[in-house]
């Protein structure tokens, strides 16, 4: 630790409070970082909703701080934080503020504290305790002094023991504090040992951390973070002059993640070749010079009540000498209270022995002998305590596991780990928290037992037996109840399995609550999948079941991303997305049960899924997802390396290739090709072999290959006779590997494909090419050495009317065998055919429109048939349904065509499993009703015939369908840009294949209501608190119109209705017993050739639990114009008097609005018709159960806009408009504040209209008063310039100029939204418990506290795509429904599913 006398000696340092005023002029938008640093676990979203000025967020996170931790809050700990974040400048301004203040305090006192401070994690090296090695310290600081002048890298190795790290600290102490090096920027020391990769990524986030770079952009791997952290330090230059110390490198790999850094130093007990490129390698000597060998002992002797003269005793000299001067044999000689010449001899003859065993490291003297004598000066209790050290991994161990361990209070723990420091036999260490480091040496000696007729193995499993004993009475069976100390929660199971401790292991698998202790803890799931990895393979060769510890490692494993890293709660983690009625569900359900009854939890889970959900959906497993990259490609899932490879292109910046296991995402490969594009990544089926392709502007892919297992590129040979002129790269438009023999790979130009084969480190020609006159459109691999070869007579991306009238309409499919290079079979398909449902005829040349070959591939590699897709569509209206797809199959030796499937649908992507014995298509459909509705239809080949069929309707809006090699499972990728990877499985068994007799030839839509049905309309509520859903359905054939109404906890009371055919829109509403249908229609007649027109809207209420329905009629009278469309806007339901409302627009050229209030005496209230001047747009701002406020725009050269207030209409009020404020938005910005009065009935709001400016302070606060104008000025955007302001008592919404709500607030409390979200996605501006809203991009449900607005809960379940929620008057339950509002599902909290389930 810092000495905290100079601090503590000022008189403003007790009250840290003195200087937030200081830290937050000076901080800026740094305020974030320093919180992070401080205290990472303070909401400063929230803070950072409140305030708008840096300054204020500062000084709110800064006194949020000292309220929370009060004493501990303290002025070294605030200088420490801006000195990791990078803020020396405000550390220095605090120095010499505090220093005017306090003339007692010296210069070099307050430099040397400084110095402390930016020497981060730098272990300290107490003069009790260390003795200076001043020829080592004298090369290392010499090395330091020219990598601060110039850049460099330093490597200290040495074998185990020599002393490096206590070198190289005293080194960095010298050089920095005496040596002026480093001063700007100062050290940053990382402890790496011998760790894994995923903990290296969180000591490096850390590192980025301290460093000051932005907390959301810190990548969420590896290989990511090691490229974002290259790029930040050439961007920032000032901070690459700080020194990086990499202290304890097991791992040669791991040199790689640090080159990150321009000046640095490694310790490492290994030297590789590689070292001595890229560092100045300084071996540590294995021995201390004399002198220093003697200040060792002399600390050892001062330690003791009656020390003596060394220099008086020739036998000390022949024990330092003895032990050849070791580092680790001269501590532990100086901790052995050698008193008299007779001790030194003795130990000179234990020096001398040959009595050791084989398993110590082989030395001139007998380091066993010494370490033992040291232990054996112990009392009896404290040398088995010492040996039981020997269970702990090689890490720091905390106190607290070590006090179990010991079954000792913590001041008896402490009183025997000091005594075992005095004799060297330990490391004290207080940084971080208090904890011991062993030597390697030690560790090595305490694994094995004392009694060689004991074996290794049966002594460490005693071991592991008793520290897990030890844990179980401290917890008393309740695991999840110790207190995290860095060590119990990350390794209890690799100890219970080392103790074979089966009851236990099982136990602590099936015990949620230490599971979810355990995910708080180490805020990850990572480590708890290792543990699920590890059980299994200790219960497997055990031949014991695995299957629940396998179905819970895959929810970890594909479901990760949707744990919600701020709550971390796995119990709720687990009711997301658990499979409904699964094992894991019903225990999370009971917890979750338990817990809400016994503190008011509140956790959800999905009563009712969506009718499309079926058992082949596997949990979704995100790849990845950052922007900008190319659908990934797999190896072969049976060979031993099932890898995953894919391109990421950070916005042209960093462009990489990765390859990364499937089963753990560990990176296995990475190259990086900064400022390039890289379009297509292939990979080997045995993984190790990757490709990829590079653009270049109107030319052939310029493809690289490389090794990857070995990091190495793979150059290509032209010549084999001249190996010596090797290139880098091919050019070729597609690049395969064949797929029965890895080494093979085919390239193809317009005109030519060529065989290459892997060769070592090279891609050799094998000499064997196949040559087209035609342009070669597609080329594949078939078995036995043949390969498939598409051409045609002209270039295959030319329109049909761009060819010309010599145009032959002809496809060439040719087999080749590679050996002989000769052709084999050749057959011809069009390259067209015409447009007819049912003709498969060819397409010539005088025909305007067909279906243009889109797709081949051939299925049945020892007898092949030929798949060839056909699709048209028009290119100005693809929405309008013009696409038709055929699937077609020809045998390449009768030329015979067979029609097999005919769709409506246009064509996104289609994949052919290895095996050839599955066909996806994925297929998309519009229609003038819905949403499009994309279907993946997947086809069984059996004996090369289709016999099957599949129908998926995915949660995802897939773009790429792609099979995973050599498996039946098919990946999805979810979005064009960032293609989020979910996982179908298609060997489940209870999929619903059908037979391909009953798949109509003609048209398939593929939807899951009867194929004759579209859904035109959909609504749901909570009409007598059941959840109800009801759809406006359309009948294709018989052109009917039903109301279909699904009620239910399971929307399984289904109940159809008919309608009026006019019928275009649905809605039902909680509290109202009706559902109303409302269709449009104009009547037009002659008269006195004149012709004359009636706008009418229909209106149908029917009485959903008794199936009546009531119809009326409503002439829309004082139009303007003839009406050509009707619009409703918004609707609601006005529970005090059971009547519904309607906003509508009436369009023509101009909109009007229309305003229609119907009771549930189903009576047509009032109808109302604003005749003012007619606007181009009209759009709701707020309204309630009295009051419309509006937005019109007309849009001219001065682009008009108007803000309406209506009163609407109750009892025998008429509806009214009452004001107008016009504005011109070009001219100025425009502030909108409306005031709504608590008691709407009694009272009117009130609305303000200003202009505004953000930039102009004092105006805006005079015009707004300071309250108004900071939440103007703090919740907007420069680019905006109309806001709306909406106040009710203490609640107060806030809205851009897109009607979007930016802001949610309570009282004090503030919260930004940060999505899109409108008005009419939340129940009301006033919720009743909670304020809930969804993200619709994300899928993702927020639950707040509706006063303190502190986020409660992120919810998201894999099954379920919700683009908008419905919730009961409670919000107990919601019924979300997908994009396309076809798919419903019901979620509910536990309280209110235990009415059900109880």
Same mark, same amino acid.
């Given at each position: ?118 020497? #981060? ?10 003795? /200076? ?96 952290? %290259? ?133 001139? !003297? =007998? ?24 269970? !702990? ?22 009183? $025997? ?27 090595? +000696?305490?694994?094995?037992? *004392? ?45 219970? %399995? ?10 602590? &698998?099936?015990?949620?609550?230490? *599971? ?59 009711? @997301? ?80 290739? $990765? ?55 793979? $150059? ?101 065998? /590679?050996?002989?290079?000769? #052709? ?19 397409? =010539? ?7 243009? &070959? ?64 599955? %066909? ?103 009409? @007598? ?66 012709? +004359?027109?009636?706008?009418? *809207? ?30 409703? *806007? ?62 019109? #725009? ?54 303000? &209209? ?33 806001? !709306? ?56 449900? +927020? ?40 798919? +419903? ?14």
């Amino acid at each position: 630790m810092v000495d905290n006398q100079y601090v503590s000696s000022l008189g403003l340092a007790q009250d840290p409070k003195s200087l937030f005023h200081i830290i937050a002029m000076h901080l800026g938008a740094d305020w974030t970082k320093l919180a992070v640093v401080l205290d990472y676990t303070i909401r400063i979203d929230i803070i950072d909703a409140d305030y708008k000025m840096e300054y204020d967020k500062a000084i709110a996170f800064l006194k949020h701080w000292h309220s929370k931790h009060l004493d501990h809050a303290t002025v070294y700990k605030m200088i420490q934080a801006l000195t990791d974040i990078g803020r020396t400048d405000i550390v220095t301004t605090i120095e010499t503020r505090l220093a005017d203040l306090q003339d007692s305090v010296p210069y070099n006192q307050s430099k040397s504290t400084i110095s402390e401070i930016m020497l #981060r994690n730098v272990p300290r090296t107490p003069e009790n305790q260390y003795i /200076l090695r001043k020829e080592m310290i004298d090369i290392i600081c010499h090395r330091l002094n020219c990598i601060n002048e110039e850049n460099g890298h330093i490597l200290i190795h040495g074998n185990a023991g020599s002393g490096k790290t206590i070198a190289a600290s005293q080194s960095v102490r010298r050089a920095m504090s005496l040596e002026g090096c480093f001063q700007q920027q100062g050290v940053y020391w990382l402890t790496i040992g011998e760790i894994d990769e995923t903990t290296l990524y969180h000591k490096l986030k850390h590192l980025c951390i301290q460093t000051g770079m932005p907390l959301n952009e810190i990548p969420d791997n590896l290989h990511c973070l090691q490229a974002y952290m %290259i790029h930040y330090f050439e961007v920032n230059v000032e901070k690459s002059e700080a020194l990086f110390v990499f202290d304890d490198i097991w791992n040669e790999s791991y040199y790689n993640y640090f080159t990150f850094a321009k000046k640095s130093m490694a310790i490492s007990r290994y030297l590789y070749p590689e070292n001595n490129i890229t560092h100045c390698c300084i071996l540590m000597k294995d021995y201390l010079e004399y002198d220093e060998a003697v200040q060792v002992i002399a600390k050892g002797q001062n330690r003791m009540e009656n020390s003596q003269n060394l220099d008086d005793l020739q036998s000390i000299t022949e024990v330092i000498e003895g032990c050849c001067r070791f580092p680790l044999a001269i501590g532990l000689i100086s901790g052995l209270q050698l008193s008299s010449s007779q001790d030194w001899n003795n130990i000179k003859t234990l020096l001398e022995s040959q009595d050791r065993p084989d398993r110590m490291p082989v030395h001139k !003297f =007998n380091l066993f002998a010494i370490i033992t004598q040291s232990i054996q000066q112990l009392e009896t209790n404290e040398q088995n305590c010492f040996y039981w050290l020997g269970v !702990f991994k090689r890490v720091s161990i905390p106190i607290g596991s070590i006090a179990a361990l010991w079954n000792y209070n913590k001041q008896d723990t402490f009183k $025997l780990i000091f005594k075992l420091r005095d004799k060297s036999l330990l490391k004290y260490v207080e940084n971080g928290g208090s904890h011991i480091i062993l030597h390697d040496l030690m560790v090595d +000696y305490l694994q094995y037992p *004392m009694d060689e007729n004991k074996l290794r193995k049966v002594y460490q499993q005693e071991l592991h037996q008793r520290l897990v004993k030890s844990y179980k009475m401290r917890c008393q069976g309740q695991w999840h109840s110790i207190s995290d100390d860095g060590y119990y929660y990350k390794y209890l199971i690799h100890h219970v %399995i080392k103790a074979g401790d089966d009851d236990i292991l099982q136990y602590l &698998l099936s015990d949620f609550n230490w *599971m979810a202790a355990k995910v708080k803890v180490l805020r990850t799931l990572q480590d708890l999948r290792l543990d699920l990895h590890d059980c299994i393979q200790y219960f497997s060769s055990k031949q014991q079941a695995v299957n629940r510890m396998e179905d819970l490692l895959g929810l970890l494993t594909y479901c990760e991303p949707l744990l919600d890293t701020e709550n971390l709660d796995l119990i709720q983690f687990f009711l @997301n997305c658990g499979l409904k009625d699964s094992w894991i569900t019903e225990r999370a359900i009971d917890l979750a049960y338990g817990k809400a009854n016994k503190d008011d939890s509140v956790y959800w889970m999905v009563k009712t899924y969506p009718k499309t959900f079926q058992h082949s959906w596997m949990e979704s497993k995100l790849i990845n997802n950052y922007l900008h990259k190319s659908p990934s490609c797999c190896s072969d899932n049976c060979n031993g390396n099932f890898r995953i490879a894919e391109i990421r292109n950070y916005n042209n910046e960093e462009c990489c290739v $990765l390859v990364s296991d499937f089963q753990t995402s560990k990176i296995l490969f990475k190259i990086s090709r900064p400022a390039t594009l890289l379009t297509q990544v292939k990979i080997s089926n045995n993984g190790k072999i990757v490709a990829f392709a590079i653009y270049c502007y109107g030319t052939m892919l310029k493809w690289e290959v490389h090794d990857v297992d070995t990091n190495q590129q793979l $150059l290509f040979i032209q010549d084999t006779s001249q190996r010596d002129k090797s290139v880098a790269n091919i050019r070729s438009w597609s690049f395969n590997f064949n797929t029965t023999e890895d080494t093979m790979i085919m390239t193809s130009t317009n005109h030519q494909i060529t065989i290459w084969k892997v060769d070592e480190d090279y891609i050799v020609n094998m000499e064997k090419s196949v040559s087209s006159l035609k342009f070669i459109r597609q080329c594949l691999f078939l078995k036995h050495d043949k390969v498939l070869l598409l051409s045609s007579d002209y270039d295959w991306n030319r329109s049909q009317q761009s060819i010309g009238r010599d145009w032959t309409n002809k496809c060439y499919i040719e087999v080749w065998h /590679l050996e002989s290079c000769q #052709r084999q079979s050749l057959c011809q398909v069009p390259q067209w055919i015409c447009h007819g449902q049912d003709d498969t005829g060819t397409l =010539n040349k005088d025909h305007v429109l067909g279906f243009k &070959l889109n797709y081949i591939q051939c299925i049945g590699q020892d007898h092949p048939m030929l798949l060839l897709i056909y699709e048209m569509f028009e290119d100005s209206m693809p929405e309008k349904g013009h696409t038709r797809l055929i699937l077609k199959f020809m045998n390449p030796r009768n030329n015979s065509v067979q029609l097999l499937y005919h769709s409506s649908k246009r064509m996104i992507s289609a994949a052919i499993s290895d095996d050839h014995h599955l %066909i996806a298509m994925g297929l998309i459909a519009f229609n003038c009703y819905t949403i499009p509705e994309r279907t993946i239809v997947i086809f069984k080949v059996i004996s090369n015939r289709i016999e099957k069929y599949l129908n998926i309707n995915p949660l995802q809006d897939f773009f790429c369908l792609r099979f995973i090699s050599n498996s039946q499972q098919l990946f999805i990728y979810d979005n064009y840009q960032t293609y989020d990877t979910h996982q179908y499985n298609l060997r489940a068994e209870n999929l619903a294949w059908e037979s391909i007799k009953d798949l109509s030839v003609k048209d398939y839509t593929g939807h899951h209501f009867a194929k004759d049905e579209y859904v035109i309309d959909s609504c749901c509520a909570f009409p @007598n608190d059941i959840p109800t859903i009801v759809q406006l359905i359309l009948n294709k054939n018989s052109k009917r119109k039903i109301l279909r109404v699904k009620q239910g906890e399971t929307l399984d009371d289904i109940t159809d209705i008919s309608i009026s055919q006019k019928s275009q829109q649905c809605f039902i509403y909680n509290g109202f017993k009706y559902a109303i249908a409302v269709g449009f229609s104009k009547i037009l007649w002659l008269n006195c050739k004149k012709l +004359y027109a009636r706008n009418v *809207m229909s209106i149908e209420l029917i009485e959903v639990s008794r199936s009546k329905k009531f119809q009326m009629e409503l002439e829309l009278t004082d139009l303007k114009y003839n009406a050509d469309k009707l619009d409703i *806007m918004q609707s609601r339901c006005r529970k005090f008097d059971k009547t519904v409302i309607f906003f509508m627009t009436v369009a023509h050229v101009s909109k009007q609005l229309a305003i229609i209030l119907i009771n549930e005496d189903r009576q047509i209230k009032t109808m109302y018709i604003d005749n003012d001047i007619l606007y181009n747009i009209i759009e709701i701002v707020y309204c309630d159960d009295y009051n419309l406020v509006t937005r019109q #725009r007309h849009k001219n050269e001065h682009d008009e806009y108007a803000i309406k207030w209506y009163k609407l209409a109750k009892e025998d009020i008429p509806t009214k408009l009452l004001k107008i404020y016009t504005y011109n938005s070009i001219h100025h910005g425009i502030a909108c504040k409306i005031v709504v009065p608590i008691m709407e009935e009694q009272h009117n709001l009130s609305v303000i &209209l200003l202009p505004w400016n953000m930039r102009y302070w004092d105006s805006m606060v005079k015009s707004w008063g300071e309250r108004d104008a900071k939440i103007f000025v703090n919740y907007s955007i420069e680019d905006d310039n109309q806001y !709306f302001l909406i106040e009710k008592g203490e609640e107060i919404l806030m809205l851009n100029e897109y009607l979007q709500i930016v802001m949610k607030g309570y009282r004090e409390n503030k919260r930004r939204l940060h999505f899109k979200i409108y008005l009419t996605d939340i129940l009301e501006i006033r919720p009743i418990q909670i304020f809930t809203i969804l993200d619709r991009n994300k899928h993702i449900i +927020y639950c707040h506290n509706n006063k303190t607005l502190v986020l409660n809960q992120a919810i998201q379940f894999p099954h379920l795509q919700s683009y908008k929620i419905t919730g009961n008057d409670q919000q107990t339950c919601f019924i979300c429904c997908d994009k396309g509002c076809q798919n +419903y599902s019901v979620i509910q909290t536990i309280h209110a599913y235990d009415k059900f389930r109880y």
